[in-house]
């Protein structure tokens, strides 16, 4: 089944312990992203990466680093999670740049 | 950067009736427009989308209308049914070769009444 899949699906951490969620697509996409949802702010963009080791920022990238070094893995690493990153995150892929993205599941994160 | 604003932000039908929901841009480079279709509990899914060239685009119940001078676009939902109740995003890519670069409209509750 062509899916994007994301894990953990929940997660609760504290203040600056180091986490990473990790994103991998079975539909062989040149383009993968990473996206938060908070109410009333609908869908903002963390990172995108355009193919292998080519990635740029989104509109709220601030706190999160990311890497691409396969075509089917796009982690989202937070190197010192904090409060206001609580959120619920999305990671997506598409096959070129004018197609839709695939979405996964989610990962609900709690930042204590 | 991209703005895209969405309306209205709640949205309420009676089962067969007609639903539309509105998106302005701000990006005149841009050239993607996709509709996502999010259902709770869910990631949002791709349901329909439209390149600046076309200027309406249909598949069955759904349509999306695109006014290039304007900056405006359009989702259409004809005789709705109540599995059409979702959240409904709008979205639109940013200029030049930054094509995967998409910014989503605020989201727009449907709730179809049977």
């Known amino acids: 089944e062509a899916q994007v899949t994301q894990n953990p699906r929940y997660l609760i951490t504290v203040t600056g312990k180091k986490l990473t969620v990790t994103c991998s697509q079975n539909?062989?996409?040149?383009?993968m992203s990473w996206y938060r949802q908070d109410p009333g702010l609908g869908l903002r963009q963390i990172y995108y990466s355009m193919n292998v080791e080519v990635t740029d920022k989104g509109d709220v990238p601030e706190g999160y680093k990311v890497s691409r070094k396969e075509k089917r893995n796009f982690p989202l690493i937070l190197e010192s999670p904090s409060p206001n990153q609580t959120s619920l995150y999305f990671c997506?892929?598409?096959?070129?740049?004018?197609?839709?993205?695939?979405f996964g599941s989610g990962t609900r994160l709690t930042v204590v | 950067g991209e703005n895209v604003e969405q309306h209205p932000s709640t949205l309420s039908v009676q089962e067969g009736d007609s639903a539309v929901i509105k998106c302005t841009y701000s990006?005149?480079?841009?050239?993607?427009f996709p509709w996502y279709k999010q259902e709770l509990g869910k990631g949002p899914q791709l349901i329909i989308d439209?390149?600046?060239?076309?200027g309406e685009k249909k598949d069955q119940r759904i349509a999306v209308t695109l006014n290039k001078t304007a900056k405006h676009f359009s989702l259409h939902i004809t005789e709705t049914q109540p599995e059409d109740s979702a959240v409904y995003f709008c979205?639109?890519?940013?200029?030049?070769?930054?094509?995967?670069?998409?910014?989503f409209g605020q989201g727009t509750i449907l709730t179809v009444h049977p």
């Open positions: 997506a892929s598409s096959r070129q740049g004018l197609y839709g993205y695939t």
């Open positions: 439209i390149r600046s060239n076309v």
């Open positions: 979205a639109a890519n940013a200029g030049g070769t930054s094509y995967g670069k998409l910014t």
């Open positions: 990006d005149s480079a841009s050239n993607y």
């Open positions: 539909m062989n996409h040149e383009y």
